[in-house]
């Protein structure tokens, strides 16, 4: 049942998805209708009734307004073009001072740049789908989505900073999951015992010029094949290797499998190197939305015959689950749920675990980073100096200046 009073309040003034909290320049637009009406009646007649009528017809057909788990007022953001526009009018507003139009003008674009740049940082819907209530997500301030992104961002730098900085400059030899498995399942076989999508990868901090020795202990559906299992497709830092593959058991249900390959000292050139495991997969006929290959029961990995202890990366990595089969909602919840693993949407942390030796990952972040700023601030100088120009052209008596035609 629609609900317009609390649909109209909730469109432009909840603090979790209100329009004017997301799009903050579109305040300006308050002020700049009267001015753009002295000059372009019709259009600015076709402005106002664009943005109001789509607030007002989905205010009068639905009660879920807020448009679910979406980034922001999901069913009035095509009215921000008609919002922005007039702004052209309120810079050329001469009953108001310079500093006034250019300044406010300029703080609510880079307060709006920030709103934007949030998402970019934090996949929001980590925090959309997690245990804060919906209600008070859109209507309590404290638990807005807009200052939880940037809590969840620190959040994950922090991690970051602990883990793979730490570890890795450490220099210490280890293995981590990089991608590609669902949670545990069987908790006596941490930190495996947990299934494999169609691709799994082990992140392995093995030192340079020292053999590497894997060992992977799985067990195979029989409905998954309709053939004789062929066993996974490994590739190590690029390069496809053969694995010896042995049955240990079978039984009417399942058989299981252990694959035991070595990487030549010469082959260990990468630090860290990568380890991409590829098996076809099968849906389960239960209901449940997964795509699942093969059950990791137990990986060992040693270096030059020493065993790698295992770590928990305590970061967000690739979600591993795939959309491929046709959409439920149990694949979509379970593909958000925040218990799983989340992108981690900062570059820095791509680059440092790419595979480049320290000084050279530290020179490319180095050098990103003073490009992105360097752009950042060529923008906010021709913004600037743009907005300036304007107003010094606005100044100017001229036949179709407002004022003269009022």
Same mark, same amino acid.
């Given at each position: 049942?629609?609900?317009?009073?609390?649909?109209?309040?909730?469109?432009?003034?909840?603090?979790?998805?209100?329009?004017?909290?997301?799009?903050?320049?579109? !305040?300006?637009?308050?002020?700049?209708?009267?001015?753009?009406?002295?000059?372009?009646?019709?259009?600015?007649?076709?402005?106002?009734?664009?943005?109001?009528?789509?607030?007002?017809?989905?205010?009068?057909?639905?009660?879920?307004?807020?448009?679910?788990?979406?980034?922001?007022?999901?069913?009035? !953001?095509?009215?921000?073009?008609?919002?922005?526009?007039?702004?052209?009018?309120?810079?050329?507003?001469?009953?108001?001072?310079?500093?006034?139009?250019?300044?406010?003008?300029?703080?609510?674009?880079?307060?709006?740049?920030?709103?934007?740049?949030?998402?970019?940082?934090?996949?929001?819907?980590?925090?959309?789908?997690?245990?804060?209530?919906?209600?008070?997500?859109?209507?309590?301030?404290?638990?807005?989505?807009?200052?939880?992104?940037?809590?969840?961002?620190?959040?994950?730098?922090?991690?970051?900073?602990?883990?793979?900085?730490?570890?890795? =400059?450490?220099?210490?030899?280890?293995?981590?999951?990089?991608?590609?498995f669902h949670d545990i399942?069987?908790?006596?076989?941490?930190?495996?015992?947990?299934?494999?999508?169609?691709?799994?990868?082990?992140?392995?901090?093995?030192?340079?010029?020292?053999?590497?020795?894997?060992?992977?202990?799985?067990?195979?559906?029989?409905?998954?094949?309709?053939?004789?299992?062929?066993g996974l497709h490994l !590739?190590?830092?690029?390069?496809?290797?053969?694995?010896?593959?042995?049955? =240990?058991?079978?039984?009417?249900?399942?058989?299981?499998?252990?694959?035991?390959?070595?990487?030549? =000292?010469?082959?260990?050139?990468?630090?860290?190197?990568?380890?991409?495991?590829?098996?076809?997969?099968?849906?389960?006929?239960?209901?449940?939305?997964?795509?699942?290959?093969?059950?990791?029961?137990?990986?060992?990995?040693?270096?030059?015959?020493?065993?790698?202890?295992?770590?928990?990366?305590?970061?967000?990595?690739?979600?591993? !689950?795939?959309?491929?089969?046709?959409?439920?909602?149990?694949?979509?919840?379970?593909?958000?749920?925040?218990?799983?693993?989340?992108?981690?949407?900062?570059?820095?942390?791509?680059?440092?675990?790419?595979?480049?030796?320290?000084?050279?990952?530290?020179?490319?972040?180095?050098?990103?980073?003073?490009?992105?700023?360097?752009?950042?601030?060529?923008?906010?100088?021709?913004?600037?100096?743009?907005?300036?120009?304007?107003?010094?052209? =606005?100044?100017?008596?001229?036949?179709?200046?407002?004022?003269?035609?009022?």
């Amino acid at each position: 049942m629609a609900t317009p009073i609390l649909s109209l309040y909730g469109f432009f003034f909840s603090s979790g998805k209100g329009f004017f909290f997301f799009s903050p320049p579109t !305040v300006l637009a308050l002020w700049s209708v009267l001015a753009l009406a002295r000059r372009r009646r019709n259009e600015t007649w076709l402005f106002v009734a664009i943005a109001v009528s789509y607030p007002l017809f989905y205010s009068m057909i639905t009660s879920r307004w807020h448009g679910g788990g979406n980034w922001g007022p999901r069913y009035i !953001v095509c009215i921000t073009p008609f919002l922005i526009l007039p702004i052209g009018a309120f810079l050329e507003r001469h009953d108001l001072s310079r500093w006034l139009r250019v300044g406010s003008a300029t703080l609510l674009f880079i307060i709006g740049f920030w709103v934007q740049m949030s998402t970019v940082f934090v996949n929001y819907s980590t925090y959309l789908f997690s245990d804060v209530p919906a209600d008070l997500q859109r209507f309590h301030p404290a638990y807005s989505t807009l200052s939880a992104q940037w809590r969840l961002w620190s959040r994950q730098v922090k991690a970051w900073q602990q883990y793979d900085h730490a570890l890795r =400059a450490s220099g210490e030899q280890f293995y981590v999951i990089d991608g590609g498995f669902h949670d545990i399942e069987v908790p006596d076989l941490a930190p495996f015992g947990r299934w494999m999508e169609e691709e799994g990868q082990l992140r392995i901090y093995a030192q340079p010029e020292q053999a590497v020795t894997i060992q992977i202990a799985y067990s195979r559906p029989r409905l998954a094949d309709m053939e004789k299992w062929s066993g996974l497709h490994l !590739v190590y830092d690029g390069a496809p290797v053969t694995a010896e593959q042995r049955l =240990a058991a079978e039984n009417e249900r399942e058989t299981q499998w252990i694959e035991t390959l070595t990487i030549p =000292a010469d082959k260990i050139y990468i630090w860290p190197g990568t380890l991409i495991m590829t098996a076809t997969t099968w849906l389960p006929q239960s209901g449940d939305p997964r795509e699942l290959s093969v059950f990791i029961e137990r990986v060992n990995v040693l270096s030059d015959g020493a065993l790698l202890p295992f770590q928990e990366a305590n970061l967000p990595r690739p979600l591993p !689950v795939s959309t491929a089969y046709p959409w439920s909602w149990q694949a979509m919840l379970w593909f958000y749920d925040p218990a799983n693993a989340r992108p981690f949407d900062a570059w820095p942390w791509y680059i440092w675990t790419s595979g480049l030796p320290l000084p050279q990952a530290r020179t490319l972040i180095i050098i990103l980073a003073s490009v992105l700023c360097s752009g950042f601030v060529a923008s906010a100088v021709w913004f600037i100096l743009t907005l300036k120009l304007s107003l010094r052209v =606005a100044g100017k008596p001229h036949s179709t200046d407002w004022r003269l035609q009022c």
